[in-house]
């Protein structure tokens, strides 16, 4: 069955830490890949998308996400999280734009 | 160029009213997704559309909930004689396609809440 998991729930770092985000999915095919980053009672705004091609994707706001196929993952990554970064961080999966599956999301709380 | 516009942003409903959810998509955008985010979970798909078609249903609860995207205005999400459980923040996303390179682009979403 298609899915995605993201096995972290809820991640606290400090600002100016690094971040990684875990990603990792089932699917038949290579599938396309996103983020999607959603602040409190907004919708969600992707950060980036893979589909093919360099395996190490550059987003917006500093992400970005690396897709590994031997491990079936797409981890985000920031080198240094700015406290405008809380929210809930998504990972997608499809065959194009339509009918996303999503993980149950990551809550990203930031410390100064 | 406005983004994805959904209304209302909040809705409370009593059990066994009707709820209608509207979604007027980017301009230039022809195909609709619904998406439901149940609390404390990802967002599930729904439906998708294009103009006057739907396209694909499979995540529609098989009662009580219908979809449109009629030639005129915006697409709308149907819930009759809804129940607790249809308590959730429903999306709307649009694109100009869906190959590579389209980008779905989601609004700021309806809250449902269900008393």
């Known amino acids: 069955a298609q899915s995605v998991t993201q096995p972290d729930i809820h991640i606290t770092v400090s600002e100016g830490a690094s971040l990684e985000l875990r990603c990792n999915y089932s699917y038949g095919a290579t599938p396309y890949l996103f983020w999607y980053v959603q602040s409190p009672g907004q919708g969600l705004q992707l950060l980036l998308k893979?589909?093919?091609?360099?395996?190490l994707v550059q987003g917006i706001k500093g992400f970005e996400a690396e897709f590994k196929r031997s491990q079936s993952s797409f981890n985000l990554r920031k080198p240094s999280v700015h406290w405008s970064d809380a929210a809930e961080y998504f990972c997608?999966?499809?065959?194009?734009?339509?009918?996303?599956?999503f993980g149950t999301g990551t809550r990203l709380q930031v410390f100064p | 160029n406005a983004g994805v516009m959904q209304n209302p942003r909040h809705l409370v409903r009593r059990r066994g009213q009707e709820a209608r959810l509207r979604c007027s998509p980017m301009k230039g955008h022809s195909h609709v997704y619904w998406y439901r985010q149940l609390p404390e979970e990802g967002l599930k798909f729904m439906v998708y559309l294009q103009k006057e078609n739907i396209i694909d249903e499979s995540g529609m609860p098989k009662e009580r909930f219908s979809a449109e995207f009629p030639k005129e205005g915006p697409s709308i999400l149907r819930i009759q004689q809804v129940v607790r459980g249809d308590s959730a923040a429903y999306f709307c996303?649009?694109?100009?396609?869906?190959?590579?390179?389209?980008?779905?682009?989601f609004g700021q979403g309806t809250r449902l809440t269900v008393v």
């Open positions: 893979y589909f093919s091609g360099d395996t």
């Open positions: 996303a649009s694109s100009y396609g869906t190959g590579t390179g389209a980008e779905a682009f």
């Open positions: 997608a999966v499809g065959e194009n734009t339509d009918k996303l599956i």
